[in-house]
């Protein structure tokens, strides 16, 4: 009897974790919109996060190591989703797609092993599974600061842009210009430089532009990227647009710096009681605790 509680223990927490697992999988199928009715920009996501470009050279009958991963990316959709993190982080050469699965994996396994460590029982060391969301941190501060590099230079790329184009240039050629006159070239003047060779390739130009809004995944590039196809579309001035949206950019910015220095006096509450306060406290009254203990006043 004391042999079989264990084991009907451990059979019954992973029936739990399985069917958890499968509950999830369900319900994220059965709440999925239905491929047809995706819109254009999800469709073109699916285009540019294709899985063959990372993942074509794992072998499902090859090693141990090429099964876990195909499994991971079948039972989770990690294919797109890891894609999609590496094309925000700029397509660096490391990690690649494949490096940042593997990434997971070991977390995971690492976190398994030190929970085991510090507990010795396996229900526990199941918990270090989360491990295998930790790394998705240092993928989204990687984002975050690529994301602050591209809006410091924005409004000023826009209004080079607005003035360039005002000048009689179409709105590619005034971007050509931009990054020919440009010293130093920063991560915005990279994705455009990948957009006007994507239509020198033979795309389309507003596909090229929807993908260069799916590389940077910030709403001021989509509003910028549809303003552009909104005037190619209606034939409206694109300079006045161009000026309105830089304006709204940079009063916007205001908003959110003076925000942010409302916010500062509140963040500075917290070291003030915790680390200045004590060390004054104790510098005034050190000397008369002293004096105190000793029999005096101080004074």
């Given at each position: 009897m004391t042999a079989v509680g264990p084991f009907l223990h451990y059979f019954l927490l992973?029936?739990?974790?399985?069917?958890?697992?499968?509950?999830?999988?369900?319900a994220h199928r059965l709440f999925?919109?239905?491929?047809?009715?995706?819109?254009?920009l999800a469709k073109l996501a699916k285009k540019e996060l294709g899985i063959t470009t990372a993942f074509s050279g794992l072998n499902p009958r090859g090693r141990l190591w090429d099964r876990l991963d195909l499994l991971l990316l079948k039972a989770f959709h990690l294919d797109v989703r890891l894609e999609?993190?590496?094309?925000?982080?700029?397509?660096?050469?490391?990690p690649t797609p494949l490096d940042m699965l593997h990434l997971k994996e070991l977390m995971a396994a690492a976190m398994i092993g030190v929970f085991y460590l510090l507990t010795y029982s396996l229900p526990a060391a199941l918990f270090g599974l989360?491990?295998?969301f930790v790394p998705d941190l240092f993928f989204s501060r990687r984002i975050?600061?690529?994301?602050?590099?591209?809006?410091?230079?924005?409004p000023t790329f826009v209004d080079l842009a607005a003035l360039a184009i005002e000048a009689g240039l179409d709105y590619?050629?005034?971007?050509?210009?931009?990054?020919?006159?440009?010293?130093?070239?920063?991560?915005?003047?990279?994705?455009?430089?990948?957009t006007i060779n994507e239509i020198s390739l033979g795309y389309s130009r507003r596909d090229a532009l929807?993908?260069?809004?799916?590389?940077?995944?910030?709403?001021?590039?989509?509003?910028?990227?549809?303003?552009?196809?909104?005037?190619?579309e209606l034939g409206t001035s694109l300079v006045d647009l161009l000026r309105n949206y830089a304006a709204d950019m940079r009063f916007r910015r205001l908003n959110r710096a003076e925000k942010l220095a409302a916010q500062a006096s509140t963040k500075m509450l917290f070291p003030l009681f915790v680390f200045i306060f004590p060390t004054v406290f104790?510098?005034?009254l050190a000397p008369m605790m002293r004096s105190l203990l000793s029999g005096g006043l101080g004074f």
């Open positions: 992973v029936v739990g974790v399985l069917g958890s697992a499968a509950v999830y999988t369900a999925a919109p239905p491929p047809e009715d995706e819109a254009d999609e993190v590496h094309m925000m982080m700029g397509r660096p050469a490391k989360i491990g295998f975050r600061q690529r994301q602050t590099q591209i809006m410091r230079a924005f590619m050629n005034a971007f050509e210009r931009i990054l020919r006159n440009s010293k130093q070239k920063t991560e915005l003047e990279t994705e455009i430089g990948k929807r993908r260069l809004a799916l590389r940077t995944g910030l709403q001021e590039v989509r509003s910028f990227v549809g303003l552009i196809i909104q005037s190619d104790i510098m005034m």
